[in-house]
């Protein structure tokens, strides 16, 4: 009889200790005022975009972006992972990165261009592709194979502030170097003018 009121005993133990640490890993809100990408250090906005990942120490880190998340993964490992989380793209609501369905394509506008979108089921992520007309559905586990790589083309987003780039140097340089090319042009266009209306 002791035996078993000791086994119960154990097993409501293990119990609660496993609610803990999922209480523990629950997904926190985004304050854009204060957050920061852990990767990119750009603001993170309170948008559909957003992940996060709390390590079982009790950090918690917070992205801008689906593939700033990848990045630190890669720095950092997996392992000391309590959980991570995306959001879904229609109602904003915090879904289990392993559980979340997911829709990438290279034209799709996400903050750092990565081009991924986050769904909490495939009917939505199917939808959406059949909506947009472009996209690839993907699982988690076909995420672990992706090549992440940035679409140069839409790193300079307006409105939010955001498509900056890991690499800000980089992509300033090739600003300035259109903006001097556009300038070059206006101005050769510009002597042309005023040689020709010389002529007349």
Known sequence: MNKRWILAMV???????????GQKYAAVPINEDVDICAI?????KDDAFATQLTTKDGKNFKFDDLGCMN?????????????DYVRDYNDKEWIEFNKATYVYDPSLRTPMAYGIVNFK???????FVAEQGVGK???ADELASHDW??????????GDGH???HDEGG??????HDMGEDMSKDMHQEGESKEGSGNH
Not at 71 to 83: P, S
Not at 149 to 158: A, G, I, R, V
Not at 171 to 176: F, N, R, V
């Open 11 to 21: 097993l409501l133990l293990g119990t609660l200790m496993l609610t803990a640490c």
């Open 137 to 139: 559905v993907m699982t």
């Open 171 to 176: 992509t300033d340089q090739g600003s300035k």
């Open 149 to 158: 790589t940035q679409n140069m083309d839409n790193m300079n987003m307006d």
């Open 40 to 44: 990119c250090n750009m603001q993170v």
């Open 121 to 127: 089921d495939k009917a939505s992520a199917e939808a």
């Open 71 to 83: 990045e630190w993964k890669k720095e950092n490992g997996t392992d000391n992972i309590g959980m």
């Open 163 to 165: 498509g900056h780039g």
